[in-house]
Structures are given as structure tokens and as C-alpha cells.
């Protein structure tokens, strides 16, 4: 079982910066693939972007050349650096992780899940 626990939500203008932080219960989490979600209210829960074993990433066409996904196996964390964000950035963000070494934007690839936290982005 891995608990991820998210944290560095907050309120934001927009185009200043954020850095959302997941922490994970594991003991390696090299061998974790996570990604960061997001749920905007009225709307489904979206991949934003996506981090492989190996360090490939993916990103969502909407947040490609701001956001910066990156996991430091070392302190068991995944990082989300938001940069430029936008009004339309603001939703609930989750962590999420799957032991196997690549993963996508479905859901339902991922087992565990954080808690999120809210990231608002004002104009």
C-alpha cells in the first residue's frame, strides 16, 4: 500500500509560480510512475502531466512549456513546478502512483491516490 500525501496548493496570480509537492509512502519511489491530475468543479479529473520509472515525461498540450513534472527518488516526492499559470490552471490537484514502470493519462491505471490540494490562479 502507498499513501501520497500532496501539499503547496495556494492562491496564485497569474503568471507568478507554484510548486505542488507529493510525498510518498514508499521506500523507493524509483519504482513508481506517477503523475499529477486535476479537477476544475463541473469538469472530470484530467492528467495534467506524467513522470515514467525511467524519467520520460508526458504533458498535457494545455500546460506544455510551464509546468515541470519531477520526482526525487531520494526524498520519495513527486514535484509539479507551475509556471505562467492561468485562471483556467485553478482546480483540485491530485498526486497519483502505479508500480508499474509506465502509465498514461487514464485513471484508472492508478491505484493510489492523494488527497489533493486546491490551486486557485487569479487575474
Known amino acids: 500500500q502507498v499513501q501520497l500525501a500532496e501539499s503547496g496548493g495556494g492562491s496564485v496570480q497569474a503568471g507568478g509560480s507554484l510548486r505542488l509537492s507529493c510525498a510518498a509512502s514508499i521506500y523507493s519511489a524509483s519504482r513508481l510512475c506517477m503523475g499529477w491530475f486535476r479537477q476544475a468543479p463541473g469538469k472530470e479529473r484530467e492528467g495534467v502531466a506524467v513522470i515514467q520509472t525511467l524519467g520520460d515525461t508526458i504533458y498535457a498540450d494545455s500546460v506544455k512549456g510551464r509546468f515541470t513534472i519531477s520526482k526525487d527518488n531520494a526524498r520519495n516526492t513527486l514535484y509539479l513546478d507551475m509556471n505562467r499559470p492561468k485562471p483556467d490552471d485553478t482546480a483540485m490537484h491530485y498526486c497519483?502512483?502505479?508500480?508499474?514502470?509506465?502509465?498514461?493519462?487514464?485513471?484508472?491505471?492508478?491505484?493510489?491516490w492523494g488527497q489533493g490540494t486546491q490551486v486557485t490562479v487569479s487575474s
Open positions: 497519483a502512483a502505479t508500480a508499474y514502470p509506465s502509465c498514461s493519462w487514464y485513471r484508472n491505471e492508478y491505484p493510489y
